[in-house]
């Protein structure tokens, strides 16, 4: 399905407009499909170390995003993929 967002400034002007196509499938059985889910996150115990390290070398963090830090992962099973009816590549 696709999302569709709407950037604003600060005076909520939009200033963009994002649209993502994401894949939705409620189809799947757990034990038929697939075994377990899980997803990856960054254990507290990291982000202490991380911290201490850089309280240790009087570095400032001003911000600390990890938003995609473990999007990439290898899939081992093969899954297919296909467009929406009516849509059209260029």
């Known amino acids: 399905k696709w999302i569709f967002k ?4 600060e005076s909520s002007l ?5 649209a993502r196509l994401v894949a939705v ?13 899980f997803a990856h996150v960054a254990r507290i115990e990291a982000i202490h170390l991380f911290l201490a390290y850089d309280a ?3 570095f400032i963090v001003y911000q600390m995003d990890v938003k995609t830090a473990f ?3 290898i899939i081992k099973e093969e899954v297919y993929v ?4 009516g849509f ?3």
């Open 6 to 9: 709407n950037k604003k400034d």
């Open 14 to 18: 939009v200033i963009r407009n994002k």
């Open 25 to 37: 499938d409620y189809s799947q059985q757990e034990g038929i499909d697939y075994d377990e889910t």
């Open 56 to 58: 240790h070398k009087d």
């Open 71 to 73: 999007l990439n992962e």
């Open 82 to 85: 296909g467009q929406p009816p």
């Open 88 to 90: 059209v590549s260029k």
